[in-house]
């Protein structure tokens, strides 16, 4: 059984920092992209950032474009999203995603085949 499993999130004063790590298993997700998304209250999932298979590639979204980082570990099946600065507005339940098959880095849900059950990200003003 495959799973995505997300921790690290929690309750953090505006200007703060919080690391998420997502930890995979039932399979690898080396070959494949890895991303992180995010739904607020009342709002629609959107698209964190992501990383490629292999060689590290990141995209982030503008709004969180110089404050948060993506990294992998494919040797230990994880993925963290690294948040600096954190604002307000980045209050939502984050998820992972991981896709099944080779495709090309991009923002779309419906390329990720996998997601975890989210952790809540809180930022205090």
């Known amino acids: 059984q495959v799973q995505l499993v997300e921790s690290g999130g929690g309750l953090v004063q505006a200007g703060g920092s919080l690391r998420l790590s997502c930890a995979a298993s039932g399979r690898t997700f080396s070959s494949y992209p890895m991303g992180w998304f995010r739904q607020a209250p009342g709002k629609e999932r959107e698209f964190v950032g992501g990383i490629s298979r292999s060689d590290g590639y990141t995209i982030y979204a503008d709004s969180v474009k110089g404050r948060f980082t993506i990294s992998r570990d494919n040797a230990k099946n994880t993925m963290s999203l690294q948040m600096n600065s954190l604002k307000p507005e980045d209050t939502a339940v984050y998820y992972c995603?991981?896709?099944?098959?080779?495709?090309?880095?991009?923002?779309?849900?419906?390329?990720?085949?996998?997601w975890g059950q989210g952790t809540q990200v809180t930022v205090s003003s």
């Open positions: 995603a991981a896709a099944s098959t080779y495709r090309t880095l991009n923002a779309f849900p419906q390329s990720y085949d996998y």
